[in-house]
């Protein structure tokens, strides 16, 4: 099959720089060479492929927007960029970028103090360390604010108590970012690999976002120093805010998986040939590809005008909210929407909509889930909360 | 050291082409523009010489429109080159071979370069000329289709391919090399020197710039259309030949109406 070209009916490349498109080619061609040959078989064997972990790093798509030592440096527009490109290939490696990206490298450049920036920013950005993210909890999903894991204080040190689950990246994690409660509120901790009590088991049995770790993290008496302590992260808002990165990059990379599963579906209409002619001949199948490439427009338009309010500082949740809400279930839509042209073959592993579409179904849910967007986007219109 | 590479933009391998009628000029608006494949080898070797040794200079050459900019940005600068000059000369459209030669070896003569790079073709008109042309105008010795390369102090080794085997050439330098696939694998840019490369010098130059006069080019490429298809050929079939020529008759007269 020849090479995925990416999808711009409405020319929005016109609207970007020459930097922004070599970024994009760059990335789409790290994604072709190196990711494709090998994400079924990691889907199937349900691994990450850790051996690129390194040139993710080396090619700056680690952290590619966060200012800080080490770190690339790269403008909003383009850490979308690079997640619609990460998340053609599967949302799995995407996953693992927003992570390392927006909830790792994320904190501790805006809530970090100096030495913990030097300490993990130029490792993380180049790949050598790799962090994951615990704020959700077993009973504490879409209500963060009810988590039962504690920090206690004890000295100069701090006293970790509970656990943490649906973790991306937690059995690969060099450190943690890890959000508990104190008399004080929710503080942020960066629990490192291998101090006592610590520990994290992988979660079996996935249906989806199989080429990606996803674990447990455990903390049983686990004393952590305050200078592992974010001391600019105060309360609930510190996380979200986190988030609030992460689900930018999730709105731009879902349409990177929704064109890929656009392209696969046309191009195989085009090949497929029942009664004698093309699928792509029918009028019903026609009408399926037209509302795939609509609907992936519209979701670019989006993006690209967020990354635009992004670079020029204006990023509030509502518009993130909206945009990930939109974006995921659109991508959702296209990906069984192709399974469904693809027919029988939809349903093998040969085509990747059907990777895709049992991916999205986790981008669905995590980061949000598209009712609670919906009710973010809501009480920001109405200016009625109807969560609390 | 300086090192020089001769570069092209050429139209992406499957960009789709539409002629929009029969002798219509090749509409090329819509094409995307890569670097040529195989000058990818000549960069990558470039750089390879570069960070193996100690104050060498890579410099890409190319003539083109203005668009070649994003090109050499990307798959140049951004991937080690430390300046870029670019010919961009109106009257050089539709130039042949030999005068695009003539055009680099002037800008070439600009500088004094140990090692000129080409790749050994351009995937667009596929003619492989221009390097071995330019080390031919330049008087220097060339090695064609190299898959090895060894540098040595003041001479290099190359492999290169031949039928059936391979071919082993040392060169004293200065030497012109075209390159193969197969001679080493094309790096990627970093995101973040993708925009440093914005800030490497990049020379914009005409033919009067390089003090030469536009050259002549011998060769004319004229565009042919395929002639229009001829109507469908009807036999006429019978049993008896009075019978078929009874009836080439009457189609002759009623539907040909030309008796």
């Known amino acids: 099959m020849a090479d995925y070209k990416g999808v711009d009916f409405y020319r929005f490349s016109r609207n970007l720089s020459d930097e922004e498109r070599s970024v994009r080619d760059t990335v789409r061609q790290f994604v072709e060479n190196r990711f494709m040959p090998q994400v079924r078989q990691h889907f199937k064997a349900g691994t990450f492929p850790t051996e690129l972990i390194g040139e993710l790093g080396s090619l700056g798509l680690l952290g590619s927007s966060i200012k800080g030592p080490g770190c690339p440096g790269l403008s909003g527009t383009m850490y979308g960029i690079i997640c619609e490109e990460l998340e053609r290939g599967d949302s799995g490696l995407r996953s693992f970028a927003s992570v390392q990206g927006s909830l790792v490298m994320w904190p501790i450049a805006n809530y970090g103090t100096e030495e913990q920036k030097e300490r993990w920013l130029p490792d993380l950005a180049a790949g050598k360390k790799v962090g994951c993210f615990g704020l959700t909890e077993a009973n504490h999903g879409s209500d963060p604010g009810g988590m039962e894991t504690r920090a206690a204080r004890d000295g100069d040190d701090w006293i970790i108590n509970g656990s943490k689950l649906w973790i991306t990246n937690a059995n690969l994690a060099d450190v943690a970012m890890v959000w508990a409660r104190t008399e004080k509120g929710v503080s942020g901790f960066l629990v490192e690999r291998g101090m006592e009590g610590f520990s994290t088991n992988p979660i079996h049995g996935k249906y989806s976002l199989r080429a990606s770790d996803t674990g447990e993290l455990v903390f049983d008496d686990v004393r952590v120093p305050d200078s592992n302590r974010l001391p600019d992260a105060i309360g609930l808002k510190a996380p979200l805010n986190c988030l609030n990165q992460a689900r930018y990059g999730i709105a731009w990379g879902v349409v990177g998986a929704a064109a890929d599963c656009y392209d696969t579906a046309l191009r195989y209409a085009g090949e497929r040939e029942q009664f004698g002619k093309p699928i792509a001949s029918f009028q019903l199948v026609q009408q399926k590809l037209v509302h795939m490439l609509t609907e992936i427009t519209k979701a670019q338009g989006l993006c690209l005008q967020m990354g635009r309010l992004k670079d020029d500082g204006i990023n509030p949740t509502p518009i993130v909210s909206l945009a990930k809400r939109n974006n995921v279930a659109m991508a959702l839509d296209c990906a069984r929407t192709a399974r469904d042209i693809l027919g029988a073959a939809g349903i093998t592993d040969e085509f990747s909509p059907g990777r895709h579409m049992v991916n999205l179904e986790s981008v669905i849910t995590y980061e949000g889930t598209h009712d609670v967007h919906t009710l973010i986007v809501g009480a920001d219109i109405t200016g009625i909360p109807a969560f609390r | ?259």
């Open chain 2, 1 to 259: 050291m300086k090192i020089a590479v001769c570069v092209k933009q050429v139209p992406d391998s499957e960009t789709r082409i539409n002629l929009a009628a029969p002798a219509a000029e090749l509409d090329q608006s819509g094409f995307t523009r890569v670097l040529n494949p195989y000058d990818a080898y000549a960069v990558e070797e470039a750089i390879k010489i570069k960070e193996a040794g100690a104050e060498i200079e890579v410099t890409a050459i190319t003539i083109g429109p203005d668009t070649v900019k994003e090109t050499l940005k990307k798959d140049c600068l951004a991937v080690g080159c430390d300046k870029a000059v670019i010919i961009n000369d109106p009257a050089l459209d539709g130039a042949d071979e030999s005068a695009l030669a003539t055009v680099l070896t002037a800008a070439l003569g600009r500088d004094s370069y140990d090692l000129i790079l080409f790749g050994i073709k351009a995937i667009d008109d596929d003619s492989g000329q221009i390097g071995i042309m330019v080390a031919e105008k330049m008087g220097l010795p060339h090695v064609s289709t190299i898959t090895h390369l060894e540098m040595a102090e003041g001479s290099l080794t190359a492999h290169r391919e031949i039928e059936g085997g391979k071919e082993v050439v040392t060169a004293s330098l200065p030497a012109v090399l075209t390159c193969q696939k197969g001679l080493n694998e094309p790096r990627l840019p970093s995101l973040p020197n993708i925009m440093k490369a914005g800030m490497k010098p990049m020379e914009t130059l005409t033919c009067a710039d390089l003090g030469i006069e536009v050259p002549a080019s011998l060769v004319e490429i004229k565009l042919y259309s395929p002639p229009p298809s001829r109507a469908e050929c009807k036999l006429v079939e019978a049993e008896e030949p009075a019978a078929a020529a009874k009836e080439l008759a009457r189609l002759l007269h009623e539907e040909a109406k030309v008796i």
